[in-house]
Structure formats: C-alpha cells, structure tokens
C-alpha cells in the first residue's frame, strides 16, 4: 500500500544536540519533501530531495531512493527548532502529497 | 517564501452556514491545492487546479467544492458547514504537477 513512514514518532532533546529523523517510502512514493511546522502552525518546507543530500546551515537531508528512505539531520539544534517535523512524497507521479505522520521535536533550554 | 495568502486566518461559523475560504498566490504558478489538516490524519488533499477553470477531486472532496477564476485566486466553498469541516485548512502551490509544493499560512476553521 502506500505508505510514509517517520520515526521516531517523540524526540526529546538539550539544546546543542544532534538528532536524525527517518522517513522510509514505499515502492509507488517518490520525490520526498521535508517540512517543518513549528508551533503557529505554519508548514515551512526545508527541503525537496528526490534523491542524495542537500545541506541548509544546521540542517542536512539524505534520500536514497533505491532503498526506500530519507534521513533528516538536525546538527546543534536550537529551541526554535521544535515542532513537527514531516515527510511527504508524491503517489505514483500524482498530484497530491502524501504525508507521514511527523516526529515531534522539543528542544529545551 | 513562496508568496501565498489565505483569508481569513480564521473563522468561526455555525452548521449549515455557507464558507468560503480564499487562497491568493503571487508566483504565477500552474498548479493550486487544497489540504485539511486533522490530528489522527495528517494532511489530505481536497481539491486542485491545474489551470484556470480546470479542478479535480482529491481524496476528501465531499461536502466541498472549488472554482479558479484567475492565476492568482483559488477558492474553497463549504456550500453546508458542519462540525466534521472543522479543520485547519492549507493552500498550496507548484509551478509543475510532481513536484515541490509550498504551503500558505492555513485557515482554523471552526463549525459549531
């Protein structure tokens, strides 16, 4: 079926950590997008990665589509970071994105 | 940031009652869309256009309907609310099908 999947679903984190999120796709999920959707709710995209790593200050992402998933890495991370952090790729070349569930991060002081 | 508005931010409005929520996009894109937010849900689609005067249904279209007039203005009409419409609903955009979208800042819509 079509799934996204993120793990892990809670991350709780000092700031100054790292972290790395996971999202694994099935077979008829491509072009993977990340986005963050901090505490207003707001979605801010953070990366469009079909395939290999894009880097963005602190933040990186790896796709390997051959395999199936994508890692978001969070270096350093700060308080502003935290809220939820979501995958979501295209079903089978269409139109509508398909979201996972989200991790969400709490960065404390 | 992509420039995409939505009006209003938000809206209380009781069952039975006619909405309209519009979506204002500056980037002269092709393709508009319609997602509801629901905690359990995640984000599903509700309509889109993929030009003016041309809409197709996503996975959640009922009780909903759409019209695009121009490039820049993407409409969502609740013709009957009802409490099950209660939702944050997010507009977005891509300048081509199978790609990278981007989202508006989202409605809280309330129906009482």
Redesign the interface.
């Known amino acids: 079926g079509i799934q996204v999947e993120q793990s892990p679903p809670d991350l709780i984190l000092q700031e100054g950590a790292n972290s790395t999120l996971r999202c694994n796709f099935s077979d008829s999920v491509n072009?993977l997008?990340w986005?963050h959707q901090n505490p207003w709710?707001?979605?801010i995209?953070l990366f469009?990665i079909p395939s290999g790593t894009k880097q963005n200050g602190r933040l990186s992402a790896t796709t390997v589509a051959t395999e199936r998933y994508s890692l978001l890495y969070i270096s350093s991370s700060q308080t502003t970071d935290s809220g939820v952090y979501?995958c979501?790729g295209?079903y089978k070349?269409?139109?509508?994105?398909i979201?996972?569930?989200?991790t969400t991060l709490s960065v404390s002081s | 940031d992509a420039g995409i508005t939505q009006s209003p931010r938000h809206k209380v409005t009781e069952t039975g009652t006619p909405v309209t929520l519009r979506c204002h996009q500056t980037e002269n894109h092709r393709y508009m869309y319609w997602y509801r937010q629901d905690p359990g849900h995640g984000l599903r689609l509700i309509h889109y256009s993929y030009g003016v005067k041309d809409t197709d249904k996503g996975e959640v279209s009922d009780g909903y309907s759409v019209s695009r007039s121009k490039t820049e203005d993407f409409l969502l009409t609740l013709e009957s609310a009802t409490s099950s419409q209660t939702s944050v609903y997010f507009c977005a955009i891509s300048p081509i099908t199978y790609n990278e979208q981007f989202f508006g800042p989202g409605t809280r819509l309330t129906v009482l």
Do not use: D, P, S, V
């Open positions: 072009n997008q986005f709710g707001q979605l995209n469009y979501f979501a295209h070349a269409g139109t509508a994105l979201f996972g569930k989200g």
